[in-house]
């Protein structure tokens, strides 16, 4: 069903051999479009991943379908460690694959956030650069980065990479780079 459908809306799919757990970036994310489609387009290339999502997504009436498709929530309003408690989910499982937008909203940010990196560094998985390419109607995954621990180095390899990768809404696409208080912190 989900090969018919994202035919029928014109898409195609881009697949990769994977490891069996990793960090799942997508970017760019500009548009709330960009959710059904990735899901199509995971569910065409095999991948049973988790994604990440703020908690307000999971309340009443559809909050049980948001953790159907694979979503987990978390509370942006207060820090709770989320780094740290990601990290335990990839050591209890065998297989696990964790999808989180860096940009961290639909609107133009400065910056992304690093939280994605500090996840694959701390559970020793690497990171896997999904996207979705509007003009080109082409999603799914790109190189395998193994985190290296230069932060700023391993950005400048992703920067490449979605540079002539277009979300919906250009306009709203972040900056791919660190944030001042981000150099120093996991966050």
Do not use: C
């Given at each position: 069903?989900?090969?018919?459908?994202l035919?029928?809306?014109?898409?195609?799919?881009?697949?990769?051999?994977?490891?069996?757990?990793?960090?799942?970036?997508?970017?760019?994310?500009?548009?709330?479009w960009?959710?059904?489609?990735?899901l199509l387009?995971m569910?065409?290339?095999?991948?049973?991943?988790h994604?990440?999502?703020?908690?307000?997504?999971f309340?009443?009436?559809?909050?049980w379908l948001?953790?159907?498709?694979?979503?987990?929530?978390v509370?942006?309003?207060?820090?709770?460690?989320?780094v740290?408690?990601i990290?335990?989910?990839?050591?209890?499982?065998?297989?696990?694959?964790?999808t989180?937008?860096?940009?961290?909203?639909?609107?133009?940010?400065?910056?992304?956030?690093?939280?994605?990196?500090?996840?694959?560094?701390?559970?020793?998985v690497?990171?896997?650069?999904?996207y979705?390419?509007y003009?080109?109607?082409?999603?799914?995954?790109?190189?395998?980065?193994?985190?290296?621990g230069d932060l700023?180095?391993?950005?400048?390899?992703?920067?490449?990479f979605?540079?002539?990768?277009?979300?919906r809404?250009p306009?709203?696409?972040?900056?791919?780079?660190?944030?001042?208080?981000?150099?120093?912190?996991?966050?």
């Amino acid at each position: 069903m989900s090969r018919f459908l994202l035919r029928l809306i014109g898409w195609t799919a881009d697949e990769r051999p994977v490891p069996d757990k990793y960090v799942l970036i997508g970017s760019p994310h500009t548009s709330n479009w960009d959710f059904p489609i990735a899901l199509l387009l995971m569910r065409v290339i095999g991948i049973e991943g988790h994604w990440i999502a703020k908690h307000t997504v999971f309340r009443w009436p559809i909050g049980w379908l948001m953790r159907r498709l694979g979503g987990l929530p978390v509370d942006r309003r207060a820090s709770h460690n989320f780094v740290d408690q990601i990290v335990e989910r990839f050591e209890e499982r065998d297989r696990l694959v964790i999808t989180i937008a860096p940009e961290g909203t639909r609107k133009r940010t400065a910056h992304w956030k690093t939280g994605f990196y500090y996840i694959a560094l701390g559970a020793g998985v690497p990171i896997v650069l999904g996207y979705l390419d509007y003009p080109n109607k082409r999603g799914g995954l790109g190189p395998t980065i193994e985190p290296s621990g230069d932060l700023a180095a391993d950005l400048d390899r992703m920067k490449e990479f979605y540079s002539d990768k277009t979300g919906r809404r250009p306009g709203k696409t972040g900056e791919i780079a660190i944030a001042t208080s981000q150099k120093n912190d996991r966050t």
